[in-house]
């Protein structure tokens, strides 16, 4: 028999354990360490550095995925692997624009991803002006026969960045547009905001039954340099070099991480970046430093202890070129039990601004995290939270819960896809803001009882 006094000595020791576990995982306090988190720079340092530009498909991504398994297991992460797919690989070859007349000057000019190449001796033509894609679409199939088709854009800093969805189009379907019309070759003002003769590239692509042609971005000084010279009346002509490669199917892969929970019927939470980079420049605002600020926040929770749900960390992998990662984790990971996803995918500028879409039930949850925000300076009256691009097939076919951590974009688009996509561009004190702002959420998540099951579609 069990005597009485057993029994409150157990339930004191049980209570005790329980306040104790509560405190350990205080949102404040993790909050207030995460202000003084190294860790993120380092992950984004490390990246930048050890491995450099991470294409998708290429030995350097290879490289990426080797170099971030021994670090997440350093780390003490659980469960860490890499998750091979295969996915067709692109490569850049030689790169050259100029106009040749009336006013001969080279121009700065980079291929799009899946671009055609023009061949060693490249291709020269005139150039046909348009102000917008709408301009280019508004033209009869094949009336642009033998010619270079020019879309410029008028893209602006936001902060949110909503500047990229409205003028994105010009990169991601004005190549095929202009092949549909008849276009040898098509050129580009760059999706970006900044100044300097860097252009940037990014992916496009080409509707099956097209014909793939060849598609570069000028550099925003030298496409307003070529609109001035258009603008004067005489036709302008130009030589395009670009001599890229379509390699087939090569090995990418997903790189994972967990911190176990101590209930694994709760539904997990994950949380995401992704590894691979542009080849132009080292990849640290897109997107080594979020998987930077994802895994030192995870690392903040489980440095206080074990939580009540399982956090994964997925390091996507093919993003750029086509979000071959988040499609591959989907696949495999659709009868997982997840609860919420989340992901880092804008730089490390200040989070400003945290956006929900959880199920009813979860109200007080959302009203903690806000409340738990403000001392970082972060808002909470958005629109719903839709998820980063890595994460949105997984959202699609399990209707998960998201969170949303906004950062502030208005420089984004001056690095984007760009050889200024450099380590110096990293601010540490703002990236610490952001280790915070992921931190504190996650602490509230990861030990919340509430479920965050979203109802079944209609």
């Known amino acids: 028999m069990i005597k009485t006094s057993s029994l409150l000595v157990g339930a004191s020791a049980l209570l005790f354990s329980t306040a104790a576990f509560a405190d350990s995982h205080d949102p404040a306090a993790i909050q207030t360490k995460a202000l003084e988190d190294s860790l993120a720079y380092e992950i984004t340092e490390g990246l930048t550095t050890e491995v450099g530009p991470r294409q998708a498909g290429t030995e350097a991504e290879a490289r990426a995925r080797d170099w971030s398994v021994k670090k997440l297991k350093a780390l003490g992460f659980q469960n860490v692997r890499n998750e091979p797919f295969m996915m067709p690989t692109w490569v850049r070859g030689a790169e050259t624009a100029e106009v040749t007349a009336p006013y001969p000057q080279k121009l700065h000019v980079t291929a799009l991803g899946n671009s055609a190449s023009t061949g060693e ?76 003769r860097n252009p940037h590239t990014g992916n496009t692509n080409f509707a099956e039954g097209v014909k793939p042609i060849p598609a570069g ?14 603008k004067l009346g005489k036709p302008v002509t130009m030589k395009l070099i670009m001599t890229p490669q379509n390699i087939g199917q090569q090995e990418s892969g997903n790189v994972i991480a967990e911190v176990t929970g101590r209930d694994p019927s709760k539904g997990m939470i994950v949380v995401a970046c992704h590894l691979d980079s542009w080849d132009l420049a080292t990849g640290a605002f897109d997107d080594a430093a979020g998987c930077g600020i994802v895994t030192a926040a995870a690392k903040h929770i489980m440095d206080h202890g074990k939580p009540l749900r399982t956090i994964r960390i997925l390091w996507a992998g093919a993003e750029e070129v086509g979000l071959w990662g988040g499609k591959a984790y989907a696949k495999a990971h659709s009868s997982s039990n997840h609860a919420i996803a989340m992901e880092s995918d804008f730089g490390a500028d200040n989070v400003w601004r945290v956006e929900f879409k959880l199920p009813d039930g979860a109200e007080d949850v959302q009203k903690q995290i806000a409340q738990a925000l403000l001392p970082l300076g972060i808002g909470a009256n958005g629109p719903p939270a839709t998820g980063g691009a890595d994460i949105r097939d997984i959202i699609a076919s399990n209707n998960l819960a998201v969170i949303d951590l906004q950062q502030d974009g208005s420089r984004y ?30 602490s509230i998540i990861a030990n919340s009882e509430v479920d965050f099951t979203m109802p079944a579609k209609e």
Do not use: C
Not at 221 to 230: K, T, V
Not at 421 to 431: S, V, Y
């Open 217 to 230: 971005a000028l550099s925003l000084p030298d496409a307003d340099n070529l609109e001035r010279m258009i």
């Open 413 to 442: 688009f001056d690095l984007h896809h760009t050889p200024d996509d450099t380590l110096d561009k990293i601010d540490p004190k703002q990236m610490r803001q952001n280790v915070a702002a992921w931190s504190t959420v996650l």
């Open 121 to 196: 001796a490249g291709i020269e033509a005139e150039v046909a002006y348009f102000d917008s894609l709408a301009a280019m679409q508004a033209l009869p199939d094949g009336s642009l026969a033998g010619k270079i088709a020019f879309v410029t854009h008028d893209m602006h800093r936001t902060q949110d960045g909503s500047g990229y969805g409205a003028f994105g189009p010009v990169r991601w379907i004005g190549p095929n547009v202009a092949s549909k019309k008849g276009a040898a070759a098509y050129v580009i003002k760059s999706i970006g905001t900044d100044h300097h």
